[in-house]
C-alpha cells in the first residue's frame, strides 16, 4: 500500500517536473511565428487575414496552455488550433452568407420595413417556391418561419432535432438558389 502510494507520489512530480513552464511555452509559440504565418497564409490566401488568423492562434494556444501536454508536438497542435479556427470562421461566414445575404430572403422574413409593389411581387414568388417544396421540407420550414422554435416543432412532428433543423436548412438552401436563379 505504501509503495503504490510513493510511486503515485513520484509519478505526480515526474509529471510536475517535465511540465513546460508558461514562459518556455510563450518563447516556443513566438519563436514559430513566421511558420504559423506561414500556414495561416497558405490557408486564407490574403496577408492581413492570415495575420488575423496568426493571432488567433496564438491566443487561442496561450489561453489553452493547461490542455497542451508535455512531450508533444506543439507545432502539429498550433497547426490543428489554426486549422480548426478557420475552418469554424468559414463555416460561420458561408452559413450567414446563406442565410441572410439576399435581399429577396430578407424581405420574405420580414426584416425589411417597407411594402413597394415589386417587394409584394417578391413575397408572392417566395412563397410559391415554398409551395413547390416537398412536404416534408415545407412544413418544418413553414413552421419556423412562423416562430416555432426548433424543439417545437419536432414535438409536433414527431421527429427528431437534428432532422427538423436539417430539413429547415435544406429548405433554406434550395429556396436560395431558386432565388439566385430567377
Same mark, same amino acid.
Given at each position: 500500500? !505504501?509503495?503504490?502510494?510513493?510511486?503515485?507520489?513520484? #509519478?505526480?512530480?515526474? *509529471? +510536475?517536473? =517535465?511540465? %513546460?513552464?508558461?514562459?518556455?511555452?510563450?518563447?516556443?509559440?513566438?519563436?514559430?511565428?513566421?511558420?504559423?504565418?506561414?500556414?495561416?497564409?497558405?490557408?486564407?490566401?490574403?496577408?492581413?487575414?492570415?495575420?488575423?488568423l496568426t493571432q488567433?492562434?496564438?491566443?487561442?494556444?496561450?489561453?489553452?496552455?493547461?490542455?497542451?501536454?508535455?512531450?508533444?508536438?506543439?507545432?502539429?497542435?498550433? !497547426?490543428?488550433?489554426?486549422?480548426?479556427?478557420?475552418? #469554424?470562421?468559414?463555416? *460561420? +461566414?458561408? =452559413?450567414? %452568407?446563406m442565410s441572410y445575404?439576399?435581399?429577396?430572403?430578407?424581405?420574405?422574413?420580414?426584416?425589411?420595413?417597407?411594402?413597394?409593389?415589386?417587394?409584394?411581387?417578391?413575397?408572392?414568388?417566395?412563397?410559391?417556391?415554398?409551395?413547390?417544396?416537398?412536404?416534408?421540407?415545407?412544413?418544418?420550414?413553414?413552421?419556423?418561419?412562423?416562430?416555432?422554435?426548433?424543439?417545437?416543432?419536432?414535438? !409536433?412532428?414527431?421527429?427528431?432535432?437534428?432532422?427538423?433543423?436539417?430539413?429547415?436548412?435544406?429548405?433554406?438552401?434550395?429556396?436560395?438558389?431558386?432565388?439566385?436563379?430567377?
Open positions: 500500500m !505504501k509503495r503504490k502510494i510513493a510511486i503515485s507520489l513520484f #509519478n505526480r512530480l515526474i *509529471k +510536475k517536473l =517535465n511540465k %513546460m513552464t508558461a514562459f518556455e511555452f510563450k518563447t516556443q509559440i513566438l519563436s514559430m511565428t513566421d511558420m504559423i504565418n506561414a500556414f495561416a497564409f497558405k490557408l486564407t490566401r490574403d496577408e492581413d487575414n492570415a495575420k488575423d488567433e492562434t496564438i491566443l487561442k494556444a496561450l489561453v489553452n496552455y493547461d490542455k497542451f501536454r508535455t512531450n508533444t508536438n506543439l507545432k502539429a497542435w498550433l !497547426k490543428v488550433i489554426m486549422k480548426n479556427t478557420f475552418i #469554424n470562421a468559414y463555416r *460561420k +461566414k458561408s =452559413n450567414s %452568407m445575404n439576399s435581399e429577396d430572403y430578407r424581405v420574405m422574413i420580414g426584416e425589411t420595413n417597407y411594402y413597394t409593389p415589386e417587394n409584394q411581387m417578391m413575397f408572392e414568388h417566395i412563397w410559391k417556391l415554398i409551395d413547390k417544396l416537398d412536404d416534408y421540407l415545407k412544413l418544418p420550414f413553414v413552421m419556423h418561419y412562423e416562430g416555432y422554435k426548433y424543439h417545437e416543432i419536432a414535438e !409536433k412532428m414527431n421527429l427528431p432535432m437534428g432532422t427538423v433543423k436539417s430539413r429547415i436548412f435544406s429548405a433554406r438552401k434550395i429556396l436560395s438558389k431558386s432565388l439566385n436563379n430567377a
